[in-house]
């Protein structure tokens, strides 16, 4: 069974840092793309930045510059260095990865708190 555990939410103020990081577990064949979307109170879930298996990445307006993907392949994870958080920054974080374990699947984390307070 494939599982996607996220840590490193939590409380700062603003313009703070946090870096949010995920592993993925199980048994599966490989790991294409992975990511983080969020998800404030009232709104719908969003892209916050994706990265594939090649290293290529893609950022929201709202946070390029700011906020930086990386993964590492060998150890199946994914990390989100967030810098110059905003309160609306403020969100459940949801960790999110391609893997095909028969055939390519979406699977999600079960999401992180960050709140960054004015």
């Known amino acids: 069974q494939v599982q996607l555990v996220e840590s490193g939410g939590g409380l700062v103020q603003a313009g703070g840092s946090l870096r949010l990081s995920c592993a993925a577990s199980g048994s599966f064949f490989r790991i294409d793309a992975m990511g983080w979307y969020r998800q404030a109170p009232g709104k719908q879930r969003e892209l916050v930045a994706r990265?594939?298996?090649?290293?290529?990445?893609i950022y929201a307006d709202s946070v390029k510059g700011r906020f930086t993907i990386s993964r590492d392949n060998a150890k199946n994870t994914v990390s989100l260095q967030m810098n110059s958080l905003k309160a609306e920054d403020t969100a459940v974080y949801y960790c999110?990865?391609?893997?095909?374990?028969?055939?390519?699947?979406?699977?999600w984390g079960q999401g992180t708190q960050v709140t960054v307070s004015s």
């Open positions: 990265i594939n298996s090649g290293g290529n990445t």
């Open positions: 999110n990865a391609l893997i095909v374990v028969v055939a390519p699947a979406n699977y």
